[in-house]
């Protein structure tokens, strides 16, 4: 029998129920010893690391890898005149080497592959741990619903999440928007949610109209499992508390991931989650000038450094950016392999030449890489 409990938030000392996030990190960082370098993609929580890094009195190196083409690179924010040591690596080879053998505990996933392969091989060349900022962000996520929405909600008609439905007519339009969940969660662009910025946001459950190729079958058994899944997540999440439920997904990922023996999440500390469990939503996220802030307490302590500004591009982003280079040089193999044989499609679920056709259309391609590449690599799953 498999049983459920919320878990408790970590016991605070008195001296820590008003200690801010930062705070906490600092002092993680002052007890940490051993050889150890902070994984720097440039973004909100990295940046917020490196600042507490150094709060603490200890300046370690900062490693960046680039996941895009080395070609291009944004320019990484220095912090307080320290810049990131740049190791150069093609993930796309990596990517051509990894073998899926079928015997994986869940089907891989690029979303996770990305930054657990980039950390792993960080921590191989450096031969020392890995300190992340994943899960800060996730800690530091409010929600729409729970913000202050000011007198009579009037913030609501300027705020960006609504743009899409349109002009607002009234404010009970808005608030009933805000019912229907059409607009929950960060508008502004997400940072990293991975130390390296590979990933952000959620790994998908999926939209069913995210995959070209898909059949009526395929969109059937998809729009059903999605609606499944999302029934129980919302109950476990009721189940286990607000704190732990946004953690959940970080979690998740560590697990599946191969290289958390040398990595450091002090995200997971006790003495972090108990900091984070003191914060209201409203002081992680506000309405500012039409645009739903998040993550208030990293940007109050780069804005304090006079730091910023910071990457902000969702890591998403970055992971099409490397989907679509792999498919685009190897399309032709892949195309030659959805032809022999394809799992998905003796179940019903996709159309080889639909998706074929699809990986031949270079703008259809890099719309859907990363739909794409997880079909691709779950086709590969069930058949090994």
Request: proline share 8%.
């Amino acid at each position: 029998m498999v049983t459920v409990a919320k878990p408790d938030p970590p016991a605070q000392r008195a001296s820590q129920v008003q200690a801010k996030l930062a705070d906490a990190i600092t002092e993680w960082f002052a007890t940490l010893g051993g050889d150890w370098a902070l994984a720097f993609s440039g973004g909100l929580a990295s940046t917020f690391m490196a600042v507490c890094a150094i709060n603490a009195g200890v300046c370690p190196p900062l490693v960046h890898v680039p996941l895009a083409s080395p070609l291009y690179q944004p320019e990484l924010p220095s912090v307080h005149g320290r810049t990131a040591m740049v190791i150069c690596q093609d993930l796309v080879d990596e990517i051509a080497a990894h073998h899926i053998t079928g015997t994986e505990a869940a089907p891989p996933l690029p979303d996770v592959y990305f930054p657990s392969q980039v950390l792993r091989r960080v921590g191989l060349e450096l031969d020392r741990g890995i300190v992340t900022g994943v899960g800060l962000e996730s800690l530091t996520t409010g929600d729409l619903h729970n913000v202050n929405l000011g007198p009579r909600s009037h913030r609501l008609r300027s705020c960006e999440p609504f743009h899409h439905s349109g002009r607002l007519r009234t404010i009970g339009h808005a608030r009933r928007i805000l019912r229907r969940d059409l607009s929950t969660g960060s508008s502004t662009p997400a940072a990293e949610h991975n130390p390296l910025a590979a990933t952000g946001g959620q790994p998908p459950v999926g939209s069913i109209h995210e995959l070209p190729g898909l059949t009526g079958r395929g969109r059937a058994c998809l729009g059903s499992a999605s609606l499944a899944s999302r029934a129980m997540l919302t109950e476990h999440r009721v189940r286990i508390g607000p704190l732990y439920a946004r953690l959940e997904e970080t979690i998740r990922q560590l697990w599946l991931s191969d290289s958390a023996a040398s990595m450091y999440y002090p995200a997971l500390a006790p003495g972090v989650l108990a900091a984070a469990a003191t914060l209201s939503p409203s002081e992680m996220g506000k309405i500012d000038d039409g645009l739903f802030v998040n993550h208030l307490p990293l940007r109050a302590e780069l804005s304090r450094h006079g730091i910023g500004p910071v990457r902000e591009s969702p890591g998403s982003f970055w992971a099409r950016l490397v989907a679509a280079r792999y498919l685009l040089r190897e399309r032709r193999k892949i195309v030659a392999e959805l032809s022999r044989s394809s799992a998905l499609a003796e179940r019903g679920l996709i159309d080889p030449a639909a998706l074929s056709a699809a990986l031949a259309d270079g703008m259809v391609l890099t719309e859907y890489a990363l739909p794409i590449l997880r079909a691709v690599w779950l086709d590969r799953w069930l058949r090994s």
